[in-house]
């Protein structure tokens, strides 16, 4: 399976999808062609890159279930969108987007990195995380975030806002295990002081957390 099939295993059925930096726009396909939502928007802030999704969508375009706009996050979305992806770009750019923009109805986040720093921005301006899962694909690791803008408080450990709450007997479990392998070779190696130190920290939780959520 690749990350597009394994991402979109977590879209929701909504009534108007909207793929933020959608560059092929291999998810909106998805939705489309799963009668997942009725219509949808692609966008991006290069046009280069939604040039790519407009072919690829063609007959949705001509046909009007879906839509093109080239902006800056979520700049020109439409109100109505009642589900918004922000796949493949850093937690700190989708924290961004989402500052200048809004928290949409439903949400599905893959952010390739600083995945810590979204969640602590989702739980403080009231959003609900439904799923804080990690998945795999050719032996690389994604964390995924879906929820809503406004439901139930989420309660959190500070492991938990690392790693999120995948499942430790799964992908999670796989990426905490390779995560702690890479500390261990650097332990391995030459290191300065201050820089061994911080790894071990690093390790230590990583077991900690191991072990306790297989437990
Ligand atoms: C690595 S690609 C990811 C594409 C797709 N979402 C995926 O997950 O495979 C990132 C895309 O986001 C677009 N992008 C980056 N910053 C953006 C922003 N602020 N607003 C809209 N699109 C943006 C880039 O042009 C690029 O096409």
Do not use: W
């Amino acid at each position: 399976m690749d990350r597009i099939e394994a991402l979109c295993r977590y879209l929701y059925p909504c009534d108007r999808f909207a793929d933020v930096g959608c560059d092929h726009g291999y998810c909106t396909e998805y939705m489309l062609e799963n009668s997942m939502c009725q219509s949808a928007v692609i966008s991006d802030i290069s046009a280069k890159s939604l040039a790519k999704a407009e072919k690829l969508l063609e007959k949705y375009l001509k046909h009007g279930t879906c839509v093109s706009v080239c902006c800056n996050g979520l700049e020109k979305i439409p109100a109505d969108c009642d589900e918004v992806l922000i796949a493949g770009m850093g937690g700190e750019e989708i924290i961004s987007i989402l500052e200048n923009g809004f928290i949409p109805g439903k949400f599905v986040f893959q952010p390739m990195k600083n995945a810590p720093k979204l969640r602590e921005y989702l739980i403080s301006v009231g959003a609900h995380i439904d799923k804080d899962d990690v998945f795999e694909c050719d032996g690389k690791f994604y964390f995924v975030i879906t929820g809503f803008r406004t439901g139930e408080k989420n309660e959190y450990t500070p492991e938990q806002i690392k790693f999120g709450k995948g499942d430790i007997g799964g992908a999670l479990g796989r990426y905490l295990a390779a995560e702690a392998a890479k500390k261990r070779a650097y332990l391995n190696g030459q290191l300065r002081p201050s820089d061994r130190e911080k790894i071990s920290g690093e390790l230590k939780i990583i077991e900690s957390v191991s072990e306790n959520e297989s437990r």
